[in-house]
């Protein structure tokens, strides 16, 4: 009876558990992925796609709650709108996409990019919600499997005037949902923060200046909080920290940063500031009579030191004779 009732404690606990953490999951990346491309010319998609800047370096990120782009918002700009669909039924599922200017949607078979198909596009352009202007416009009818998630893209070039970008479907039992939208909708390309460059030790003398910086393969929605020896640094809250200037006493000291997105967190590796001594003496680099007895003279010193020295001196008549010579 015992044993019986320990089993279904714990079972009841991993069910509690694992709701609890799916729950949690779906609160963070239920959406679709938007990133915006600015500065590029042209209506059609390939405009976008031949861009430099296409797909590795977006001008902006955000996380759209339903499978619509914001409307009239700027000109000159391309923009990819992804994430995973799954579709709560299994049978025929028809999609449309509308958009201002062209546009093309894409559906893998599964929840691989590599796998994506053409289902449809916009080769003019229509107004927001316009979902039959054209006929390509509709895809045909796809079987999908229901709760398997699969990749779906929409690519959207506006050129000037108004700019609109949405996607619809119709469920086997002809019911439509215009926009998709958010429970239905998983982000694609998110996850824990990935580091792709990692701080390094750095070495400097004293009173310069020491950076620590680190790389994410996506920063978005990421933050940071760098830590000396193990204790949050105030205000170290970006990508690169400096400490300036730095002192003999910070020799030795430990940087790493914490950082945080809504799929995870990770630290970076520990680096290790080492600073040197400055023992460059300054040197006198010129002398000026400023009438009188009085002389100013500049100064030249090591990393550290202050580069010009003004002083005032008062000398007799036989030391500034010798100064002179």
């Known amino acids: 009876m015992k044993s019986t009732l320990t089993k279904a404690l714990l079972i009841v606990a991993l069910t509690v558990f694992w709701l609890g953490e799916s ?39 955000e996380v759209l709650t339903v499978f619509e782009a914001p409307t009239d918002v700027a000109e000159n700009y391309g923009q990819r709108l992804t994430a995973y669909v799954v579709p709560p039924t299994s049978g025929n599922y028809v999609f449309w996409i509308a958009s201002d200017d062209n546009s093309t ?8 990019p590599a796998k994506k198909r053409v289902i449809a596009y916009v080769p003019g352009w229509t107004s927001s919600r ?32 108004g700019d609109n970008l949405a996607v619809r479907w119709q469920f086997p039992n002809a019911t439509i949902e215009e926009p998709i939208p958010n429970n239905r909708l998983q982000v694609y390309g998110l996850g824990p923060p990935q580091i ?95 009438g009188g007895n009085t002389f100013v003279g500049a100064g030249r010193g ?16 036989c030391d500034r004779r010798r100064l002179c010579r």
């Open 23 to 61: 729950g949690q999951l779906a609160a963070q990346t239920a959406g679709v992925l938007r990133e915006v491309y600015s500065g590029i010319t042209g209506t059609t998609v390939a405009d976008l796609t031949n861009n430099v800047n296409f797909p590795n370096n977006p001008t902006s990120e």
């Open 105 to 112: 949607l894409f559906l893998s078979t599964d929840d691989t």
């Open 130 to 161: 316009e979902w039959t202007k054209y006929s390509q416009q509709q895809s045909s009818a796809i079987s999908l499997a229901a709760g398997q998630r699969y990749y779906i893209e929409a690519l959207m070039k506006e050129g000037g005037g």
């Open 196 to 290: 792709t460059q990692q701080p390094t030790n750095v070495t400097v003398v004293e009173g310069g200046s020491a950076t620590f910086s680190v790389q994410l393969a996506r920063a978005f929605g990421a933050t940071y909080q760098w830590l000396r020896n193990g204790f949050n640094i105030p205000g170290g809250t970006n990508s690169a920290y400096t400490l300036s200037p730095v002192a003999l006493g910070d020799s030795d000291a430990q940087f790493r940063c914490y950082i945080v997105n809504p799929q995870g967190n990770t630290n970076s590796s520990t680096a290790v500031l080492t600073v040197q001594a400055d023992i460059t003496p300054p040197s006198i680099a010129s002398v000026a009579n400023l």
């Open 302 to 317: 090591g990393h550290g030191h202050q580069s010009v020295e003004l002083f005032n001196q008062q000398w007799d008549r």
